[in-house]
């Protein structure tokens, strides 16, 4: 049976509210991560997380928050420059993420909601040689989508390796690894997939991984490389969030139950609800344009005179959290994640709560 939250109070576009059996989970006791037991665990969520990343590779668990695999991602990369799509706070952390890493960083930015197009990408690319580049799939700043099956396909013909922050992507939004031929792709476990933060979640192409062992400086903890061949002894390479992994377990089961193409459905119909509510609203507006716009997380763009901060006040003392506008959009905008396990019902609530305002 599906379990989903139709009764859902904390719709922040991450973290996202997690179920009580997900939470209770968590309260397992321990077990060696060294034994059998925890090896049948493993192997399970392996197959779970193969069929929300819809891939046949294994699946990168690290315990950490989703930038590790993030700088992970930089540090397994082919050496030389990278180009740097930013539209927002996360596509910008990218770019800092791989300066920090000692990579010389160029950019191609938009405006906060926009998206970079795959041709401006590749005007770039006709340019100079890049070695990388970096996308972020869902900006969960502003709410915008890119589309990287596009990217990732502008990326190959000019033989740049791509990696992709699909953070409030996957398990969202729909997300084809395998056929879409994706180099590097992570997400975090606070987002689409409703589990409480702390692990991180990638896969890495064979060709990424094949280059990245003779990447001189990939370090040792966050080293691709290594995380891939414990994961195909269905182990991890040092002691993981075991607690994290039950909640995992759970989760994943509960995915499977409900199947991978019904949740980006219900991801997608949520979103179209909220886009029509705005719509009922005169003078508000969505900050991302037609056709480039989330299906996990909406920025909803306010008329002068309304604070962003004070509206998700009121709305905090109405009982439900939604999130403020992030850095510089903070009162022009406030944003509602819609991901995760919240169903329609539950998401008509919390807009008619904030309409109650
Ligand atoms: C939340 C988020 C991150 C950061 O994840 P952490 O788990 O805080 O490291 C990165 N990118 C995107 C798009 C996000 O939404």
Known sequence: MTQLLDDGHFFLPGPTEVRADVLAAMTRPMIPHRGRAFEEMFARIQGGLQQ???????????SSSATGLMEAGVRCA????VLALVN?????????????????????????GEVVT???????????????????HSETSTGALTDIRAMQTVARRHGVTCLIDSVTGVAGSP???????LDYIFTGSQKALALPPGLAIAVASDAYLAQARSAAARGLYFDLVEFESFARKAQTPNTPALSLLYALEVQVAAIAAEGIEARWARHRAMAERVREWVGEHGEWGILAPQGARSDTVTAITL??????????????????VVGTGYGKLKERTFRI???????LTGLDRCLAAIDGI
Do not use: Q
Request: one cysteine or more; a negative charge; aromatic letters at 8%.
């Open 337 to 343: 994640g819609h991901m995760g396990d919240h169903t």
């Open 88 to 112: 927002g706070a996360f596509s910008e952390r990218f770019a800092h993420v791989a300066r920090a890493c000692g990579r010389t960083v160029e950019v191609v930015e938009v405006a906060p």
């Open 52 to 62: 929300v990343f819809r891939t046949e590779r294994p699946v990168l668990v690290s």
């Open 78 to 81: 082919p050496p030389g420059p």
């Open 118 to 136: 795959p041709e401006m990408a590749e005007d770039r690319f006709r340019e100079k040689r890049f070695a990388v580049m970096t996308v972020v």
């Open 175 to 181: 997300v084809e690894t395998d056929t879409w031929d």
């Open 303 to 320: 008329p002068e005179g309304v604070k962003g901060t004070e509206l998700v006040a009121a709305v905090e003392r109405a009982g439900y």
